[in-house]
């Protein structure tokens, strides 16, 4: 196994045998708690002009509630979908004849 991608907003209905529901659903529910286990979690209160820069392929990230009383919250993210960066990357290295069209890249994508 090279990653996993794991969301739990975007889980769709499984289509599996009937004997298979249950357990399965029993581990996604263990993953679920293994991944927000207090012992896995690391939290930091951000101020303003604060950033944050993670491979999202390597770290499950996410955030906690707020109290909408305590003033403004603006939080903006920016993203770039790994294999679409691994195709431009590989796209301009042809080319322009460089060494990085042969890479073998992390999550699957090979050069």
Not at 5 to 32: G, N, S, V
Request: proline share 5%; charged share 20%; glycine share 6%.
């Amino acid at each position: 196994m090279e990653g996993i991608r794991f969301t739990d907003r975007t889980i769709p209905p499984q289509d599996l045998p009937e004997e298979l529901m249950e357990p399965t659903y029993k581990a996604i529910k263990a993953f679920w708690n293994v991944v927000n286990s207090e012992a896995l979690t690391f939290a930091c209160l951000m101020a303003p002009g604060d950033l944050h820069l993670f491979d999202n392929q390597r770290v499950l990230h996410g955030r906690t509630a707020f109290d909408p009383t305590a003033g403004v919250r603006h939080l903006q993210q920016c993203s770039v979908n790994r294999d679409e960066f691994h195709n431009t990357l590989r796209t301009l290295a042809a080319r322009f004849n460089h060494s990085a069209q042969s890479l073998t890249m992390a999550g699957g994508a090979l050069g």
